[in-house]
Antibody, heavy 124, light 106 residues
């Protein structure tokens, strides 16, 4: 069975940094694109970042561009999100999501499996 | 930036049909996906590539996409279908989610 387990969330002050991790199992990790999607408390879903299975072609939402960096280690079946210059509006539950395709941003790159999420709170 | 608009809420009686719309500019030229999210749970994919159902998703869930509107239809709605539903599509290298619709089974 596909499993995605996020970790690394916590409470940070504005301007701080945090690194989220997602441990994947149950599928050939390097064959699929992965993304981070967040959900602020009581709000809807917002795509944050995505990366193709090969590790190339990273993409980021405008709201995090220049502050967040997505990466992956296919030898460890792990996805990461480095979050710098954190803001209060980054407070959210961050989900790791697997795409159905090896390449991110293609038409069929829907998200077929999701983790349980890790909570990031940015507050002074 | 690209936007996908959904009605905030839809109410349906058990056994009846619920239709949830998702509107976006030339959405019919893109693939639409739909996700179900129950309180306190992670999203679950229910429809992808406009009309396809992942394994394990009941046949009562169906989708369509044409023009500027994608539609998720739940036929014979059950109490367990009460949840938030989000559409999603890709535009200009960005995954865009709809505003979300809360489906209430009365």
């Amino acid at each position: 069975d596909v499993q995605l387990v996020e970790s690394g969330g916590g409470l940070k002050q504005p301007g701080g940094s945090l690194r989220l991790s997602c441990a994947a199992s149950g599928f050939t990790f390097s064959s699929y694109a992965m993304s981070w999607v967040r959900q602020a408390p009581g709000k809807g879903l917002e795509w944050v970042s995505g990366l193709s299975g090969s590790g190339g072609g990273s993409l980021h939402a405008d709201s995090v561009k220049g502050r967040f960096t997505i990466s992956r280690d296919n030898s460890k079946n792990a996805l990461y999100l480095q979050m710098n210059s954190l803001r209060a509006e980054d407070t959210a539950l961050y989900y790791c999501a697997k795409a159905r395709t090896p390449t991110i941003a293609v038409a069929g790159a829907t998200f077929d499996y999701w983790g349980q999420g890790t909570l990031v709170t940015v507050s002074s | 930036s690209y936007e996908l608009t959904q009605p905030p809420a839809v109410s349906v009686s058990p056994g009846q049909t619920a239709s949830i719309t998702c509107s976006g500019d030339k959405l019919g030229d893109k693939y639409a996906s739909w996700y179900q999210q129950k309180p306190g749970q992670s999203p679950v994919l229910v429809i992808y590539q406009d009309i396809k159902r992942p394994s394990g998703i009941p046949e009562r869930f169906s989708g369509s996409n044409s023009g500027n509107t994608a539609t998720l239809t739940i036929s014979g709605t059950q109490a367990m279908d009460e949840a938030d539903y989000y559409c999603q599509a890709w535009d200009s290298n960005t995954a865009v989610f709809g505003t979300g619709t809360r489906v209430t089974v009365l």
